[in-house]
T-cell receptor, first 114, second 111 residues
């Protein structure tokens, strides 16, 4: 079956702009998580959505937001971009049961802020 | 929140030798500990996970041990092969989907 699909794969923005990233999970997966990956920092948790509701949230400023649609597809938005927002943004889907389980990651959206 | 520290940051081993990566976590309530492998330019993939009711788990050449009292867990790779070269991430969570990842260990297997 198809894996997790993220679009766009690469994008370049300038400071102050906003960006929207999209994630299509594996069919049947109801949980979508977002992570920011930067060199040396590993993966930083942004938020997790399940059945269109934000179930978990990380320690990122309010400029970072997300949502999930009824078909489980998810988007994340970053407003007022800063240079430090340059990173690989990874989306991961999972079945989303009560107990934590395997995350299936997409290939990521690489954001460069100039 | 949960804080996960991972050591070493880089590890170079001779093919056939063993590799060990260690992680510590801060929240004693954490009870789910997965390990992900990320090859260069690829997406992270789960290689093994362990829950707090188990002390050790093995899958072929990979094993994970958990010491809840000391709040640390380790990944052991035996008989390393070139395809084991990658970045390995440990993570911890309160059995939910809010995973706290370590900073990663870059493993290089020398032929």
């Amino acid at each position: 079956k198809a894996g997790v699909t993220q679009t766009p794969r690469y994008l370049i923005k300038t400071r102050g702009q906003q960006v929207t990233l999209s994630c299509s999970p594996i069919s049947g997966h109801r949980s979508v998580s977002w992570y920011q990956q930067t060199p040396g920092q590993g993966l930083q948790f942004l938020f997790e959505y399940f059945s269109e509701t934000q179930r978990n949230k990380g320690n990122f400023p309010g400029r970072f937001s997300g949502r999930q649609f009824s078909n489980s597809r998810s988007e994340m938005n970053v407003s007022t971009l800063e240079l430090g927002d340059s990173a690989l943004y990874l989306c991961a889907s999972s079945l989303g049961g009560r107990a934590a389980g395997e995350l299936f990651f997409g290939e990521g959206s690489r954001l460069t802020v100039l | 929140g949960e804080n996960v520290e991972q050591h070493p940051s880089t590890l170079s081993v001779q093919e056939g030798d063993s590799a060990v990566i260690k992680c510590t976590y801060s929240d004693s309530a954490s009870n789910y500990f997965p390990w992900y492998k990320q090859e260069l330019g690829k997406r992270p993939q789960l290689i093994i996970d362990i829950r707090s009711n188990v002390g050790e788990k093995k899958d072929q050449r990979i094993a994970v041990t958990l010491n809840k009292t000391a709040k640390h867990f380790s990944l052991h790779i035996t008989e390393t092969q070139p395809e084991d070269s990658a970045v390995y991430f440990c993570a911890a969570s309160l059995n939910d989907y809010k995973l706290s990842f370590g900073a990663g260990t870059t493993v290089t297997v020398r032929a």
